[in-house]
């Protein structure tokens, strides 16, 4: 028997052949390490004149003598209200960078958008990033380097609990704000709440559902410490009337995008490059010992067996 002959090519153009000519629909870069910032937006932020902000507090406030006056012509108590002598001063620090951009590339590949544009754009996030990073970490100004010993406590088995939160609360309890954690610690802190069977209720915050404790929103950030298994959450009050935490910015600079970051042009050199300055002035100040409380060593990868919950 012949073999039979192969079957006839197609006769409809094929989707590869017509991706050739076809103009296809291209987004701008995605970043994966842009996340949503909630910190910066829940912070008050102060203005700084000149860099520097000093934070003066009353020395020994338990000297200050009252009385609640009797019936009777007693002599009545003296007293006056005396400041640190050496208050601290909280100096910005700046998050920088130097972006190049080579001249033909802005000229010749500007369409459909704008490489001047999007770099700049993308080092302003990686910038933000930074700068959340910084709030919370920093050595020197950061939330966690300056919550004080007393305001320190651990979890009671591992796992983050209502009954540690609570504690944390009893640290923090004029106006607290929010809490503040590694997501995975949300997520430790859920599974416990669901094995007591209290799941924690939520609230709705810049169009986002938040997990909250007691009306207190537990706020994510993968910026806060996560190591060995271990992370912290952290509680906060904020603003300058309540005597929390506030952010610091400079305002006024040259070049400003929005409160604290500048963008400043710096010329083209002989090997066409242009470069951009690009620059965010930040810092937080703690503004008393008990604005913020810590739970430390909370444990994120515990899990429990629910069978016996559903039976």
């Known amino acids: 028997m012949a073999d039979l002959p192969p079957p006839p090519p197609p006769l409809a153009l094929s989707d590869s ?15 994966s390490t842009i996340t949503p910032r909630w910190l910066v937006h829940l912070l008050q932020w102060v203005p700084v004149e000149a860099g520097i902000y000093r934070l003066n507090k009353v020395r020994n406030p338990q000297d200050v003598k009252i009385a609640c ?13 005396d400041y640190e002598d050496r208050p601290r001063e909280y ?11 080579h001249t033909r590339v802005s000229d010749l590949y500007s369409s459909p958008h704008d490489q001047i544009k999007e770099q700049l754009r993308l080092t302003i996030e990686t910038i933000k990033e ?13 939330l966690i380097a300056n919550v004080s010993n007393e305001q320190r406590i651990t979890p009671l088995g591992g796992a983050p609990t209502p009954d540690d939160l609570d504690e944390l609360l009893s640290r923090v309890w004029k106006e607290p704000a929010f809490f503040l954690t590694h997501p995975l610690a949300i997520a430790a802190f859920g599974r416990e709440c669901t094995r007591r069977g209290v799941p924690p209720p939520t ?13 207190y929103p537990l706020i994510p950030s993968d910026k806060v410490p996560l190591s060995d298994g271990k992370s912290k959450i952290l509680l906060v009050r904020v603003g300058e009337k309540r005597q929390g935490v506030v952010g610091l910015f400079q305002p006024g600079l040259p070049g400003e995008q929005s409160p604290g970051l500048s963008v400043r042009f710096m010329g083209i050199n002989r ?7 690009v620059s965010l002035y930040c810092s937080l100040a703690v503004l008393t ?10 444990e994120v990868g515990k899990y429990h067996d629910y069978a016996h919950v559903y039976r």
């Open 17 to 31: 052949a017509a991706r050739q000519l076809a103009n296809a629909t291209k987004t701008v870069p995605q970043l």
């Open 69 to 81: 006056a009797k019936r009777d012509e007693a002599e009545l108590p003296q007293t006056f209200v």
């Open 91 to 101: 100096y910005l620090n700046a998050v920088t960078t130097i972006l190049d951009i």
């Open 130 to 142: 930074r700068q959340e990073s910084e709030l919370i970490n920093n050595a020197d100004y950061g």
């Open 203 to 215: 609230v709705s915050l810049f169009g986002s559902q938040f997990l909250t404790w007691r009306g």
């Open 271 to 277: 090997h066409a490059i242009a470069s951009y300055l």
């Open 289 to 298: 010992d008990d604005a913020v409380g810590l739970l430390d060593e909370v």
